[in-house]
Protein backbone atom coordinates (compact mmCIF):
# COMPACT_ATOMS: atom_id res chain seq x y z
CA UNK A 1 0.00 0.00 0.00
CA UNK A 2 1.27 3.12 -0.84
CA UNK A 3 0.05 6.82 0.57
CA UNK A 4 0.16 10.47 -0.96
CA UNK A 5 -0.69 13.20 1.24
CA UNK A 6 -1.70 17.05 -0.04
CA UNK A 7 -3.14 19.53 0.40
CA UNK A 8 -1.35 21.29 3.12
CA UNK A 9 -0.35 24.85 2.80
CA UNK A 10 -0.52 28.58 5.05
CA UNK A 11 -3.57 30.20 6.08
CA UNK A 12 -4.84 32.33 8.52
CA UNK A 13 -6.76 31.82 11.81
CA UNK A 14 -10.56 31.06 10.51
CA UNK A 15 -9.40 29.44 7.53
CA UNK A 16 -10.04 25.87 5.71
CA UNK A 17 -7.34 23.49 4.07
CA UNK A 18 -8.24 20.12 2.43
CA UNK A 19 -5.78 17.24 2.77
CA UNK A 20 -5.86 14.35 0.33
CA UNK A 21 -4.77 11.01 1.13
CA UNK A 22 -4.28 8.74 -2.25
CA UNK A 23 -4.29 5.40 -1.41
CA UNK A 24 -2.86 2.30 -3.74
CA UNK A 25 -3.21 -1.09 -3.05
CA UNK A 26 -6.12 -2.79 -0.11
CA UNK A 27 -6.50 -1.19 3.12
CA UNK A 28 -9.59 -1.61 5.26
CA UNK A 29 -8.58 1.43 8.00
CA UNK A 30 -7.38 4.41 7.82
CA UNK A 31 -6.31 7.56 10.21
CA UNK A 32 -4.72 11.71 9.99
CA UNK A 33 -2.44 12.34 12.69
CA UNK A 34 -0.43 14.94 13.09
CA UNK A 35 3.11 16.05 14.04
CA UNK A 36 4.30 19.55 15.71
CA UNK A 37 7.71 20.66 16.24
CA UNK A 38 9.10 19.34 19.62
CA UNK A 39 6.03 17.31 20.04
CA UNK A 40 4.79 13.68 19.64
CA UNK A 41 2.33 12.06 16.73
CA UNK A 42 -1.13 12.69 17.67
CA UNK A 43 -4.24 11.26 16.24
CA UNK A 44 -6.57 13.71 14.11
CA UNK A 45 -9.02 10.85 12.63
CA UNK A 46 -9.52 7.59 12.04
CA UNK A 47 -11.99 5.66 9.26
CA UNK A 48 -12.49 3.05 7.56
CA UNK A 49 -11.88 3.31 3.91
CA UNK A 50 -15.59 1.62 3.13
CA UNK A 51 -16.98 4.51 4.57
CA UNK A 52 -18.34 3.26 7.80
CA UNK A 53 -17.50 4.98 10.82
CA UNK A 54 -15.32 8.29 11.42
CA UNK A 55 -13.47 8.96 14.77
CA UNK A 56 -12.15 11.92 15.29
CA UNK A 57 -9.69 13.57 17.90
CA UNK A 58 -12.13 15.74 20.58
CA UNK A 59 -9.91 18.79 19.90
CA UNK A 60 -11.27 18.98 16.14
CA UNK A 61 -14.23 17.59 16.60
CA UNK A 62 -16.99 19.78 14.79
CA UNK A 63 -13.98 21.61 12.82
CA UNK A 64 -12.34 18.56 10.67
CA UNK A 65 -14.51 16.27 8.36
CA UNK A 66 -13.67 12.88 6.84
CA UNK A 67 -15.05 12.64 3.21
CA UNK A 68 -13.80 9.94 0.56
CA UNK A 69 -13.76 9.46 -3.63
CA UNK A 70 -13.51 5.48 -4.19
CA UNK A 71 -13.43 6.14 -8.01
CA UNK A 72 -10.05 7.96 -6.82
CA UNK A 73 -8.88 5.80 -3.70
CA UNK A 74 -8.72 9.09 -2.03
CA UNK A 75 -9.77 10.14 1.82
CA UNK A 76 -10.30 13.97 1.81
CA UNK A 77 -9.69 15.63 5.63
CA UNK A 78 -11.69 19.08 5.83
CA UNK A 79 -10.51 21.16 8.03
CA UNK A 80 -12.16 24.23 8.74
CA UNK A 81 -12.19 27.09 11.68
CA UNK A 82 -8.89 26.08 11.42
CA UNK A 83 -6.02 27.67 14.73
CA UNK A 84 -2.39 28.30 15.66
CA UNK A 85 -2.34 24.80 17.47
CA UNK A 86 -3.18 23.02 14.42
CA UNK A 87 -0.17 24.02 12.79
CA UNK A 88 1.92 20.61 12.08
CA UNK A 89 2.96 18.04 9.75
CA UNK A 90 -0.28 15.75 8.72
CA UNK A 91 0.00 12.29 7.67
CA UNK A 92 -2.28 9.81 6.30
CA UNK A 93 -1.80 6.05 7.69
CA UNK A 94 -3.73 3.11 6.57
CA UNK A 95 -3.36 -0.42 8.22
CA UNK A 96 -6.38 -3.04 9.61
CA UNK A 97 -7.72 -2.02 11.92
CA UNK A 98 -9.67 1.49 13.00
CA UNK A 99 -7.36 2.98 15.79
CA UNK A 100 -6.15 6.41 17.30
CA UNK A 101 -2.94 4.94 18.19
CA UNK A 102 -0.51 5.61 15.54
CA UNK A 103 1.84 2.23 15.44
CA UNK A 104 -1.30 0.58 14.65
CA UNK A 105 -1.29 1.32 11.44
CA UNK A 106 0.89 -0.17 8.96
CA UNK A 107 1.59 2.01 5.78
CA UNK A 108 2.30 6.04 6.01
CA UNK A 109 2.33 8.63 3.67
CA UNK A 110 5.17 11.20 3.32
CA UNK A 111 3.15 13.99 5.38
CA UNK A 112 1.95 17.65 4.31
CA UNK A 113 2.86 20.66 6.17
CA UNK A 114 -0.12 22.78 7.54
CA UNK A 115 0.57 26.18 9.25
CA UNK A 116 -2.03 28.29 10.43
CA UNK A 117 -1.10 32.08 11.35
CA UNK A 118 -2.61 33.78 13.85
Known amino acids: VQLQASGGGLVQTGGSLRLSCAAS?????GGWFRQAPGKEREFVAA????????YYADDVKGRFTISRDNAKNTVYLQMNGLRPEDTAVYYC???????????????WGQGTQVTVSS
Open 93 to 107: AAGSVVSDVANRYDY
Open 47 to 54: FRWNGYGD
Open 25 to 29: GRRHA
